[in-house]
């Protein structure tokens, strides 16, 4: 076969698998997602732990056990003749860490996988633990936490507080990266205890796709099971505390432009058909990174007051350098979110205002017959965007696994578009989502006198220094007197050195 | 519907050009490449993916063809003027069809390109050729839609200066670039974003200079037949009139000593070291070009010594990278690290000109040179999985050469790299009088 067969090969058998009905093969601890004359082969090996199993007082540890596995020394080869050895491969191998899952994944190119999976293997299997590599790892955290999501990006910065606050006292209360105070107490022991109780062979699922052999998922599950044996407890699910009205933190930072995240949990997963006719009424109100948004619209394409404006179901890290769902970040509690990008200072309050007067009107009178029509002929061909390689097809089918989706999620959201009503997609607004009660999170500079606006629901006229529609004009009269009162003592202010400490 | 007598009479004048795939190619799928009498030129590959298509318009204008005072950003604010419409399609319209169709329609700007793309189901694609050739052809907005839109555009700076990399990019390509556009950055300076709403006029201008057929590619890949494409893009695009003008972009005058400054990031940091060298425009035949991206790999990259040392063994870096960009015009080459200690740049600064130094006396060890080759095609063919990446990997070639030739020559050039060759390219590039030095730190600690 020459190169340029294999690489039509390789796409073929990738795109027929985003075709309904396309089956991976899954039974106890094994995803298989086989695409023949794929030349190139790819791992994604899945431990049942994440964040949520971190001890307290050590948060992040689930992450950098991970980044002390995939990038960092093992007992065969230290890190630098780890990195001399992929690099003409061309292939890697990295671990996603998020609230319950951790996946180590990679992809190689059949002529390599002989030199490349003792790599992977051992990385896993054989792990050194060295000092070096932890001090690297942790500095690398430390600098994240404290420089990176303090000070460089607001809009990640807000997301984290919010899901912080919801999930406040619950293992889902943290960040995967953790707490400044909590990286930097977490030791070599800490990591050994934590590696030894999760990273066993009863509690992995084995992910494998693309052009691997019969042979090579044989020596797979052989050398797996070297790992030794345990079954660790399941971490319940968490119960947030109910949030009775809103629910308010300013982040008060020097920032250019004010940041605003807000949310609620919702009880509907994926693979429900509720959860599916969620997903058209908020493609509706906030496709990520589509200018259908309704509240992109509003906000930007009206206004013109940001980047983008975008709603959630389930949770989306990254939004920011993705445009389509990512994989392997399942949870079994999640929250309705909004995303509203970096409005200017002074258009802050206005712009809360605004988003919100759109969800309530959502809430309260569901999606209309056009929007429905529209939305649903959007997603079923737009679901096929989310998938488009085999690696995206093997993370979905373990997080098929997860939810317990018989078959297909993407297939199941293709065919649902086809057979649900309007009636079921605003019955579903009615069950799931509620306005009031919600966690708001601000980053902004004068935080201050925002929570004194805010708290007094004081008028937030905007101007403009161009012209408008009259149309606009008159929405923005109802919207700067749009009633969201939060009382005071519902408004926190904490300095942006205080978060994450 | 457009007139057809006008893509008619192209029927018969447009070149058409099939080049089979070559197994020592590195490009691995067949190409057809035809050219409108108009000067469009459309590349279309045929893969093997069922009911898929990437369809890419690049525009062979970015931000380095803003030439006047007062006008940076103008390229990008451009691609979001470009989702506004036209009589036929109104924005809110061609939006609604885009939904419909559930296509996911997406644009970028940089120096060299500005880029829209969408990917669909190929049922589709006679729609999308329709309403992508309508607004080149005939994009209408008003003075309101683009003044609104120029808030989005402060929005998007906005979100982007909390970001150290690009205050100090700003900084550097501001130092550095005395006449050359490269000297500002996409987004362009905030004074510029500032002044848009003012800019109307200009904007309509430039959509009357860049957006011809001339200057723009067309890239369709997926599940097409060549032939019947064409005839729809002879259809829709027929009528397209000529008139690109190119940017009076001046070129760079040699520089002949080293530049240094500083820039203050308004958040907390750790401090960046970036050095950039004068370097080459892309040129796939220019041994000391492509040799250049090797010593790149090998000098700082992932398994270079001082790497090892720094990031791994020392930890007095928490990044290091090299960067040798190809463009249309002279770059910077740059490298840069991450320093942990601000009273370690000097030093790290160092040990990073030691390294040139013994790069420049002293030729790579062939072994490694082998295994960047094999790494750069291995790396190529692994990213060549579907239409969109396809198309998305080909834009920026097609962007700063006009087709997709060069890509089979750099890999030519790449495979004949000798260690003399990278020896000659750190001593020609990565020399004093080339050099800007900025250091970027933290205000807030």
Redesign the interface.
Same mark, same amino acid.
């Given at each position: 076969m020459t190169t340029a067969q294999c690489i039509g090969a390789v796409i073929a058998a990738a795109i027929s698998l985003m075709t309904p009905g396309e089956a991976s093969v899954k039974t106890d601890n094994t995803v298989l997602l086989p695409v023949k004359n794929d030349p190139t082969i790819c791992f994604r090996i899945w431990f049942k732990t994440g964040s949520q199993d971190d001890p307290a007082g050590k948060e992040g540890l689930a992450a950098i056990t991970a980044s002390m596995l995939t990038a960092a020394s093992t007992t065969r080869h230290s890190y630098e003749q780890i990195l001399d050895l992929l690099y003409p491969l061309a292939a890697s191998y990295d671990a996603t860490v998020s609230t319950e899952m951790t996946v180590i994944f990679g992809r190689v190119h059949r002529d390599n996988l002989d030199d490349y999976y003792p790599l992977f293997l051992e990385a896993m299997t054989s792990p050194a633990f060295t000092q070096q590599d932890l001090d690297r790892i942790k500095s690398l955290t430390l600098n994240y936490l404290e420089n990176t999501l303090r000070y460089s990006s607001d809009e990640e910065l807000g997301k984290a507080v919010l899901y912080n606050n919801i999930f406040a006292g619950t293992p889902y209360g943290h960040i995967p990266e953790g707490l400044v105070s909590s990286v930097k107490s977490i030791t070599l022991d800490d990591v050994r205890s934590f590696y030894n109780r999760y990273y066993t062979k009863n509690n992995l699922v084995l992910g494998l796709g693309g052009g691997y052999d019969a042979a090579l998922l044989a020596r797979l599950k052989r050398d797996l099971a070297q790992l030794p044996a345990g079954t660790p407890d399941i971490v319940p699910p968490p119960k947030p505390a109910a949030l009775k009205g809103f629910r308010a933190t300013i982040v008060q930072k020097d920032a250019p432009a004010t940041a605003i995240s807000m949310g609620v949990p919702i009880d509907v997963l994926r693979g429900t058909k509720d959860w599916y006719a969620l997903a058209i009424a908020n493609s509706w109100l906030g496709e990520h990174r589509n200018s259908s948004s309704h509240l992109y619209q509003v906000i930007r394409e009206e206004r013109g007051l940001n980047y983008g404006d975008y709603s959630y179901i389930e949770n989306f890290p990254g939004g920011g350098r993705r445009t389509v769902p990512p994989q392997n970040v399942c949870r079994r509690r999640q929250i309705f979110e909004i995303w509203i990008r970096p409005v200017p200072a002074e258009a802050g309050h206005f712009a809360l205002r605004a988003a919100l007067r759109e969800y309530r009107h959502l809430v309260e009178k569901g999606l209309t017959k056009d929007q429905f029509s529209l939305t649903r002929s959007f997603l079923k061909k737009y679901v096929l965007n989310y998938a488009p390689t085999t690696m995206a097809r093997l993370g979905y089918a373990l997080d098929d696994r997860f939810y317990g989706i018989a078959g297909s999620h993407l297939a199941k959201f293709r065919s649902m578009m086809a057979t649900l009503t309007l009636a079921d997609v605003n019955g579903a607004i009615r069950r799931h989502l509620r306005y009031g009660d919600m966690s708001i999170a601000i980053v902004a500079k004068d935080a201050g006198r925002l929570r004194e606006e805010i708290a007094a629901d004081t008028p937030s006229p905007i101007t403009y220094r161009t012209k408008k529609p009259d149309a606009v004009l008159a929405e923005d009269r109802e919207i700067a007197v749009f009633p969201v009162q939060i009382a005071p003592d519902a408004i926190s202010v904490v300095p942006v050195t205080e978060e994450f400490r | 519907m457009k007139p057809l007598t006008a893509g008619l009479c192209v029927l018969a004048a447009f070149t058409l050009a099939a080049a089979p795939?070559m197994?020592d190619a590195i490009f691995?799928?067949?190409v057809t490449t035809a050219v409108l009498p108009n000067g469009l030129k459309v590349i279309m590959i045929p893969?093997?993916?069922?009911?898929?298509v990437a369809y890419y318009s690049v525009v062979r204008t970015g931000s380095r063809d803003e030439v006047e005072p007062g006008r940076s950003g103008y390229a990008h604010f451009f691609e979001h003027m470009m989702?506004r419409g036209t009589k036929k399609y109104p924005?809110p319209v061609y939006?609604?069809i885009? @939904?419909?169709? $559930?296509?996911?329609?997406?644009a970028y700007t940089s120096d060299d390109i500005t880029a829209y793309h969408l990917?669909?189901?190929v049922e589709d694609l006679p729609k999308v050729i329709e309403i992508e050739s309508d607004r080149f052809q005939n994009l209408n907005y008003d003075?309101?839609g683009f /003044? @609104?839109?120029? $808030?989005?555009i402060?929005?998007?700076y906005?979100?982007g200066?909390?970001?150290?990399f690009e205050v100090l990019d700003e900084k550097i390509r501001d130092l550095a670039f005395d006449v050359h556009t490269y000297k500002h950055t996409t987004i362009g300076f905030e004074r510029d974003i500032k002044a848009m709403?003012e800019g109307y006029e200009y904007s309509l201008g430039f959509f009357r200079r860049f957006y011809r057929p001339e200057n723009v590619v067309l890239l369709i890949v997926g599940d097409i037949k060549p032939d019947a494409v064409l005839k729809l893009v002879k259809k829709y695009y027929g009528p397209w009139q000529k008139g690109y003008q190119a940017s009076d972009v001046k070129p760079e005058p040699p520089q002949t000593a080293e530049r240094s400054g500083e820039v203050s990031y308004?958040?907390? @940091?750790?401090p960046i070291l970036d050095m950039g060298y004068k370097g080459d425009a892309f040129d796939p035949s220019n041994t000391d070009f492509v040799a250049a991206g090797v010593f790149g790999e090998l000098a700082f $990259?992932? @398994?270079s010594d001082l790497y090892?040392k720094l990031?791994?063994?020392e /930890?007095r870096v %928490?990044a290091l990278q090299a960067s040798i960009p190809s463009q249309r015009d002279m770059p910077l080459f740059e490298i840069v690290a991450r320093v942990?200690n601000a009273d370690d740049i000097a030093p790290i600064r160092g040990e990073i000109e030691k390294t040139i130094a013994q790069f420049q006396s002293t030729p790579v060890d062939p072994q490694r040179l082998? $295994?960047?080759k094999?790494?750069?095609?291995?790396?190529f063919?692994?990213s060549? %999985?579907?239409?969109?990446?396809v198309a998305g990997h080909l834009a920026h070639t097609v962007a700063i050469t006009g087709g997709i030739e060069a890509l089979d020559a750099y890999y030519t050039t790449l495979a004949k790299i000798t260690p003399d060759d990278v020896m000659r390219a750190a001593g020609k590039y990565f020399v004093p009088a080339r050099r800007t030095t900025v250091v970027l730190k933290?205000v807030?600690q």
């Amino acid at each position: 076969m020459t190169t340029a067969q294999c690489i039509g090969a390789v796409i073929a058998a990738a795109i027929s698998l985003m075709t309904p009905g396309e089956a991976s093969v899954k039974t106890d601890n094994t995803v298989l997602l086989p695409v023949k004359n794929d030349p190139t082969i790819c791992f994604r090996i899945w431990f049942k732990t994440g964040s949520q199993d971190d001890p307290a007082g050590k948060e992040g540890l689930a992450a950098i056990t991970a980044s002390m596995l995939t990038a960092a020394s093992t007992t065969r080869h230290s890190y630098e003749q780890i990195l001399d050895l992929l690099y003409p491969l061309a292939a890697s191998y990295d671990a996603t860490v998020s609230t319950e899952m951790t996946v180590i994944f990679g992809r190689v190119h059949r002529d390599n996988l002989d030199d490349y999976y003792p790599l992977f293997l051992e990385a896993m299997t054989s792990p050194a633990f060295t000092q070096q590599d932890l001090d690297r790892i942790k500095s690398l955290t430390l600098n994240y936490l404290e420089n990176t999501l303090r000070y460089s990006s607001d809009e990640e910065l807000g997301k984290a507080v919010l899901y912080n606050n919801i999930f406040a006292g619950t293992p889902y209360g943290h960040i995967p990266e953790g707490l400044v105070s909590s990286v930097k107490s977490i030791t070599l022991d800490d990591v050994r205890s934590f590696y030894n109780r999760y990273y066993t062979k009863n509690n992995l699922v084995l992910g494998l796709g693309g052009g691997y052999d019969a042979a090579l998922l044989a020596r797979l599950k052989r050398d797996l099971a070297q790992l030794p044996a345990g079954t660790p407890d399941i971490v319940p699910p968490p119960k947030p505390a109910a949030l009775k009205g809103f629910r308010a933190t300013i982040v008060q930072k020097d920032a250019p432009a004010t940041a605003i995240s807000m949310g609620v949990p919702i009880d509907v997963l994926r693979g429900t058909k509720d959860w599916y006719a969620l997903a058209i009424a908020n493609s509706w109100l906030g496709e990520h990174r589509n200018s259908s948004s309704h509240l992109y619209q509003v906000i930007r394409e009206e206004r013109g007051l940001n980047y983008g404006d975008y709603s959630y179901i389930e949770n989306f890290p990254g939004g920011g350098r993705r445009t389509v769902p990512p994989q392997n970040v399942c949870r079994r509690r999640q929250i309705f979110e909004i995303w509203i990008r970096p409005v200017p200072a002074e258009a802050g309050h206005f712009a809360l205002r605004a988003a919100l007067r759109e969800y309530r009107h959502l809430v309260e009178k569901g999606l209309t017959k056009d929007q429905f029509s529209l939305t649903r002929s959007f997603l079923k061909k737009y679901v096929l965007n989310y998938a488009p390689t085999t690696m995206a097809r093997l993370g979905y089918a373990l997080d098929d696994r997860f939810y317990g989706i018989a078959g297909s999620h993407l297939a199941k959201f293709r065919s649902m578009m086809a057979t649900l009503t309007l009636a079921d997609v605003n019955g579903a607004i009615r069950r799931h989502l509620r306005y009031g009660d919600m966690s708001i999170a601000i980053v902004a500079k004068d935080a201050g006198r925002l929570r004194e606006e805010i708290a007094a629901d004081t008028p937030s006229p905007i101007t403009y220094r161009t012209k408008k529609p009259d149309a606009v004009l008159a929405e923005d009269r109802e919207i700067a007197v749009f009633p969201v009162q939060i009382a005071p003592d519902a408004i926190s202010v904490v300095p942006v050195t205080e978060e994450f400490r | 519907m457009k007139p057809l007598t006008a893509g008619l009479c192209v029927l018969a004048a447009f070149t058409l050009a099939a080049a089979p795939a070559m197994s020592d190619a590195i490009f691995p799928y067949k190409v057809t490449t035809a050219v409108l009498p108009n000067g469009l030129k459309v590349i279309m590959i045929p893969m093997d993916a069922p009911g898929l298509v990437a369809y890419y318009s690049v525009v062979r204008t970015g931000s380095r063809d803003e030439v006047e005072p007062g006008r940076s950003g103008y390229a990008h604010f451009f691609e979001h003027m470009m989702f506004r419409g036209t009589k036929k399609y109104p924005g809110p319209v061609y939006d609604s069809i885009v @939904t419909s169709i $559930g296509a996911s329609a997406i644009a970028y700007t940089s120096d060299d390109i500005t880029a829209y793309h969408l990917n669909f189901a190929v049922e589709d694609l006679p729609k999308v050729i329709e309403i992508e050739s309508d607004r080149f052809q005939n994009l209408n907005y008003d003075l309101q839609g683009f /003044q @609104t839109e120029s $808030g989005a555009i402060y929005g998007e700076y906005r979100k982007g200066v909390t970001n150290p990399f690009e205050v100090l990019d700003e900084k550097i390509r501001d130092l550095a670039f005395d006449v050359h556009t490269y000297k500002h950055t996409t987004i362009g300076f905030e004074r510029d974003i500032k002044a848009m709403p003012e800019g109307y006029e200009y904007s309509l201008g430039f959509f009357r200079r860049f957006y011809r057929p001339e200057n723009v590619v067309l890239l369709i890949v997926g599940d097409i037949k060549p032939d019947a494409v064409l005839k729809l893009v002879k259809k829709y695009y027929g009528p397209w009139q000529k008139g690109y003008q190119a940017s009076d972009v001046k070129p760079e005058p040699p520089q002949t000593a080293e530049r240094s400054g500083e820039v203050s990031y308004p958040g907390k @940091t750790l401090p960046i070291l970036d050095m950039g060298y004068k370097g080459d425009a892309f040129d796939p035949s220019n041994t000391d070009f492509v040799a250049a991206g090797v010593f790149g790999e090998l000098a700082f $990259g992932s @398994t270079s010594d001082l790497y090892k040392k720094l990031y791994i063994k020392e /930890q007095r870096v %928490d990044a290091l990278q090299a960067s040798i960009p190809s463009q249309r015009d002279m770059p910077l080459f740059e490298i840069v690290a991450r320093v942990k200690n601000a009273d370690d740049i000097a030093p790290i600064r160092g040990e990073i000109e030691k390294t040139i130094a013994q790069f420049q006396s002293t030729p790579v060890d062939p072994q490694r040179l082998a $295994g960047v080759k094999k790494r750069s095609r291995y790396e190529f063919l692994m990213s060549l %999985d579907t239409p969109d990446r396809v198309a998305g990997h080909l834009a920026h070639t097609v962007a700063i050469t006009g087709g997709i030739e060069a890509l089979d020559a750099y890999y030519t050039t790449l495979a004949k790299i000798t260690p003399d060759d990278v020896m000659r390219a750190a001593g020609k590039y990565f020399v004093p009088a080339r050099r800007t030095t900025v250091v970027l730190k933290g205000v807030t600690q």
